[in-house]
Each structure stands twice: as structure tokens, then as C-alpha cells.
T-cell receptor, first 115, second 114 residues
Framework: KQEVTQIPAALSVPEGENLVLNCSFTDSAIYNLQWFRQDPGKGLTSLLLIQSSQREQTSGRLNASLDKSSGRSTLYIAASQPGDSATYLC??????????????FGQGTILTVHP | DAGVIQSPRHEVTEMGQEVTLRCKPISGHDYLFWYRQTMMRGLELLIYFNNNVPIDDSGMPEDRFSAKMPNASFSTLKIQPSEPRDSAVYFCASIGTAIGNTIYFGEGSWLTVV
């Protein structure tokens, strides 16, 4: 059974800092990995998607890396801003088998960026 | 496209009542997922459909929960009878594998059972 763990559970940083969020998964047979952002009282918004054959993806100040063999992904946020405050979740999509398409989520990292 | 549309956005109901949550996926998407989110357990997959066919319902907690997808543009999640421990946010999401692999979530249905 796939398990996804995110560290740290919560993070509070001053504006302008570069920061790293970590995600690890137990089963490396994944199709892809996604990072999401969830604002309070809202749904999830996909930030970055990395296919299993890729090593990283970038979008603006965000960079996500994937090391499938070791079961790890990191989300790097450069020059953090108060507007980045949200919960960040990673999710892996299983490859093959009868559960193709099934997503397993981590518990999330609650990020607070203070001015 | 308007995205994944869920209704109702908020519902408060009494224990024992039937609850029906509705979802309209993004047009052209072939996968539809129902998730439940609670503080204690995080996001849990309840059931998902591929081309309107249920593929994996192993996350459905009890027989009180049922889900249907009568056509490509509509799905329901029903709880009968509802219990206070069913209080959670229920998300619907969809993926269009021919378009890309990004999953799109609705805004959620916030259910409180008193």
C-alpha cells in the first residue's frame, strides 16, 4: 500500500526566504507526482506535475524535483511571499495494475510566510 | 470551461437523513474521483470512475455510501443514513487522459451532520 509522507507538517518563514518542502513515498511504481496548493476553505489547485520519467519541473518561482528510485520529491519555492501562505500537498499516481489513476496524498505542509 | 462543479457547496443535515452530493466534471474528461478530507485523516479517495464505470470503490467507508455516474457529465455521492462522523469536505475531481494528466478539483461540498 502506497504511503506518502510530507515534512515538515508546518513551516513559518519571513518573506523573501527560499524554502524546501519534502515529500516521500513508499512505492516507486508511480505514473506521476503532483504538487498542489490548497487555500483555506477552497479546493486544490495543481501547481506542478512531474511524470515518472522526468527529474524536475519549473513554474515561475516554483521548482519540483523527483527522485523516483529513492521515493522522494521536493518543492522549492524561491523568494517566498505572504501570498504563498497555504497548505501544500503532494500526491502520487500509481502506474499500471487495476488501480491505474488512483492518487495517494500526503497530509500536507502548512506554510505561513509573514511580512 | 467552468471547471469541476460541485453542489451543494455547504450542507447541514440531521443525523439519519439522506445526503446527495453532485458533481459535473470537466467536459471531455474520462476519469472522475470522489475524495473526502478531514483534519484527522487528510484526503482519502473514496471511489473513482473511468468512462462512467466504477473502477475502485475500496475507499468507500461503509454500505451507507454509494456513488453513481449515469453519464459522462454527472456523478452523485449519496450517504444514507448520514452520521455525525460523516462530517467532512467532499471533493470531486476529474482527469482527461487524452488532454493531459493534470487532475482538476472542484471547490468541495462542506457537509456537517448534527
Amino acid at each position: 500500500k502506497q504511503e506518502v509522507t510530507q515534512i515538515p507538517a508546518a513551516l513559518s518563514v519571513p518573506e523573501g526566504e527560499n524554502l524546501v518542502l519534502n515529500c516521500s513515498f513508499t512505492d516507486s511504481a508511480i505514473y506521476n507526482l503532483q504538487w498542489f496548493r490548497q487555500d483555506p476553505g477552497k479546493g486544490l489547485t495543481s501547481l506542478l506535475l512531474i511524470q515518472s520519467s522526468q527529474r524536475e519541473q519549473t513554474s515561475g518561482r516554483l521548482n519540483a524535483s523527483l527522485d523516483k528510485s529513492s521515493g522522494r520529491s521536493t518543492l522549492y519555492i524561491a523568494a517566498s511571499q505572504p501570498g504563498d501562505s497555504a497548505t501544500y500537498l503532494c500526491a502520487v499516481r500509481r502506474a499500471g495494475g487495476t488501480s491505474y489513476g488512483k492518487l495517494t496524498f500526503g497530509q500536507g505542509t502548512i506554510l505561513t510566510v509573514h511580512p | 470551461d467552468a471547471g469541476v462543479i460541485q453542489s451543494p457547496r455547504h450542507e447541514v443535515t440531521e443525523m439519519g437523513q439522506e445526503v446527495t452530493l453532485r458533481c459535473k466534471p470537466i467536459s471531455g474528461h474520462d476519469y472522475l474521483f470522489w475524495y473526502r478530507q478531514t483534519m484527522m485523516r487528510g484526503l482519502e479517495l473514496l471511489i473513482y470512475f473511468n468512462n462512467n464505470v466504477p473502477i475502485d470503490d475500496s475507499g468507500m467507508p461503509e454500505d451507507r455510501f454509494s456513488a453513481k455516474m449515469p453519464n459522462a457529465s454527472f456523478s452523485t455521492l449519496k450517504i444514507q443514513p448520514s452520521e455525525p462522523r460523516d462530517s467532512a469536505v467532499y471533493f470531486c475531481a476529474s482527469i482527461g487522459t487524452a488532454i493531459g494528466n493534470t487532475i482538476y478539483f472542484g471547490e468541495g461540498s462542506w457537509l456537517t451532520v448534527v
